[in-house]
């Protein structure tokens, strides 16, 4: 995950202006569809990936970043219509609308949609594993800011989603970025359901089986 939280290094001068120089570059690049919330750090590495993917799968994979704030029940394969035109088969379309509604009585926000060309494609990824590898990274609580977590979040999807594909087809990737957070999310959840038994049984489960045991 240090790699996808983009932490500053000593060559922190030369990056910046390798990303201005690159800037207009990124702009074009073919895995990015719309973007409204994502750096250039982000979008280069995206780019990497995608470009490394295709070269050794043949598969296209897509990027939506967008800052749109969706109605409830919004329909993200009609809205992906519009990008027809850019899109070559076989692709993967990942939409990421962290404002999107997803119920107006709950008022929670944020949309992920992962759109095959094909059945065949759409088996060649869990859908599961890379909607919540940047779930994980949004839901939870720290220091770093909504942009920071908007970025990480869609590298570590678009990452799994690109191991994932490339798995399917038996080939390895060396640009994509281990899904650290997924084990620390799960480590978290361990944690908070043991301490939530070991709580129960404290004050719960032992008094009462002690009150049986004792007769009372």
Do not use: C
Request: aromatic share 10%; hydrophobic share 45%; no cysteine.
């Amino acid at each position: 995950m240090n790699r996808a939280k983009l932490r500053a290094s000593p060559y922190k001068g030369l990056l910046a202006m390798l990303a201005l120089w690159m800037f207009p570059f990124l702009l074009n690049a073919t895995q990015i569809l719309k973007n409204d919330l994502l750096k250039i750090e982000a979008v280069e590495l995206i780019d990497l990936m995608g470009e490394e993917l295709y070269t050794k799968t043949g598969v296209n994979t897509y990027v939506i970043a967008t800052n749109e704030h969706f109605p409830e029940r919004f329909n993200l394969v009609e809205y992906s219509k519009q990008y027809e035109a850019n899109l070559s088969k076989p692709y993967v379309l990942f939409i990421f609308a962290p404002y999107a509604t997803i119920t107006k009585k709950s008022e929670a926000r944020g949309r992920v949609g992962i759109i095959p060309s094909s059945d065949d494609v759409r088996a060649m990824y869990d859908y599961d594993d890379v909607r919540d590898a940047g779930v994980n990274i949004v839901a939870i609580k720290d220091s770093n800011t909504n942009e920071d977590k908007f970025n990480i979040a869609v590298l570590q999807s678009y990452s799994v989603l690109a191991d994932n594909i490339a798995a399917s087809k038996g080939v390895k990737l060396i640009h994509t970025i281990p899904d650290e957070m997924g084990t620390m999310v799960l480590i978290l959840r361990i944690l908070v359901y043991s301490g939530t038994a070991i709580l129960l049984w404290i004050f719960v489960l032992r008094p009462a089986w002690m009150r049986r045991k004792n007769g009372k």
